[in-house]
Every structure is written in structure tokens, then in C-alpha cells.
């Protein structure tokens, strides 16, 4: 709940860079609603604030939202839900969620985690979307608030244990990630630095790692409870 209400609050900076690049309140509360994953929307409403087109900066969104292609695949088994809550899962897939569902030691746990930071987040970004909309004129620079760090500093706060835990692989691997990513940044279009910093993961593909494997939530898939996780090896 702390995660989906500090997060949401960067709807507030949405909103107003929303109306800033011309679009209006519903639009841009529309956007919110529908579309629901903040990076991509802030690429969108950046282009067409800079002079882009509608065109690009779709394209530029739906690239920097291709990552939630392969969220939506980790939390499948994860989560195990079928039917018309999976349906309804997938809209809720990005950064935060995913994070806190993974962060869990059992399906149970993984299921209460994604539900409450889906429903949290995401009717706090919708609110804080109108409010930031309808107070752009009042607010001239909403970024001064420092909204724009939130999301950042959670996502460091819940891979710092697994870093701290995980031992020399991991760490390389963090550290090739950020080093792709900073380095890329002023040269390829958003979204694409993003995924160019994944491919550090083929570093685990190097041998057999030394370190042991840190548990996550997908562990429970093939059953739950004390007794089946004691069962394991």
C-alpha cells in the first residue's frame, strides 16, 4: 500500500505535463485509466510536448512498454490465474507490481502483494492524474516536488536486498545493466536503453554460478505450504 500510494502520487506530475503538451483533463485521465504504465505515458505526452507526432510517440511507448511483454510472462505461472482475472491481471503488470509480487516467498503472498499494489497504484495514479491536470495552471513546475524520483528510489529499495544477498553475480550483472543503460541513454530513443540493459543478464549464461539461487515466488508454483517447500532440496 506505501508503494502503490507513494507512486501514485507521481501521477501529479503526469497530469500536468499531460496538459502542458496539450492535451486535456479527460485525455489525459483516459490515459491513466487505460494505458496505466507511467513511463510509457510520460514518453508519449514528451513527444508530442517537443513537436513529435501522435505517431511517434505511440511508437516510442509501446517500445518502452515492451517490457511489460515479458513481466506478463514471469507473472503468468506466478500468479496462476486463469480466465477473466488474467485478463484483468495483464492491465496491471508493470514495474512496481511486478517487483512486489516477485519479492514474495509463496503464490498466496504473491497474489495478495500484486492485487493490493494493482488496486492502490492504480486508483491513485487516476486521481492524482485529474488533480495534476486541473492544477497545471495554478502549479507551474509540479516537478519541483521531487515526484519524479519516487519511482526510482521503491524500485532501488526493493532490489538492494536482493543485491545484498545474492553475492558477486548479481552484482555484476546490476552493474552491467546500469552501465548499458547510462551509456546508451543520449544515443537511442526511450525505451530502447531499457532493454539493451537486460541482455546483461546473459552474464548468469557463463558457467554454473557459485552463488546459491535466491528464492522467489515462482518456487510455489508446483505447490504450497510448509511441507511442500520442506520437500525441496
Known amino acids: 500500500m506505501g508503494i502503490g500510494v507513494a507512486v501514485g502520487a507521481a501521477g501529479l506530475a503526469f497530469g500536468t ?19 496505466f504504465t507511467g513511463a510509457s505515458q510520460f514518453a508519449l505526452v514528451g513527444v508530442v510536448a517537443g513537436g513529435g507526432s501522435l505517431v511517434a510517440g505511440a511508437a516510442g511507448a509501446l517500445l518502452l512498454g515492451a517490457r511489460n511483454t515479458l513481466y ?14 488474467r485478463a484483468l491481471a495483464a492491465h496491471g503488470v508493470i514495474d512496481e507490481t511486478t517487483a512486489v509480487t516477485l519479492a514474495q516467498p509463496d503464490r498466496e503472498s504473491a497474489r495478495t502483494a500484486f492485487a493490493t499494489t494493482y488496486a492502490v497504484l492504480g486508483s491513485f495514479w487516476v486521481v492524482t492524474t485529474l488533480v495534476g491536470a486541473l492544477a497545471t ?37 546490476a552493474g552491467a545493466g546500469a552501465g548499458l543503460a547510462l ?17 546483461a543478464a546473459l552474464i ?4 554454473p554460478s557459485a552463488d546459491p539461487p535466491a528464492p522467489t515466488a515462482a518456487e510455489p508454483a508446483s505447490g504450497s505450504g510448509p511441507a511442500s517447500r520442506e520437500a525441496r532440496p
Open 17 to 35: 505535463a499531460a496538459v502542458a503538451a496539450g492535451l486535456s483533463p479527460a485525455q489525459s485521465v483516459f490515459m491513466s485509466l487505460f494505458m
Open 72 to 85: 506478463g510472462l514471469r507473472l503468468a505461472d506466478v500468479l496462476g490465474w486463469r480466465g477473466a482475472r
Open 137 to 173: 495552471e495554478r502549479v507551474s513546475d509540479i516537478g519541483a516536488f521531487g515526484l519524479d524520483a519516487v519511482g526510482p528510489a521503491i524500485f532501488l529499495a526493493l532490489l538492494w536486498p536482493r543485491l545484498r544477498e545474492g553475492g558477486g553475480r548479481n552484482w555484476l550483472i
Open 183 to 199: 551509456a546508451a541513454t543520449p544515443l537511442l530513443p526511450a525505451g530502447v536503453p531499457v532493454l539493451l540493459a537486460a541482455s
Open 204 to 207: 548468469a549464461l557463463a558457467g
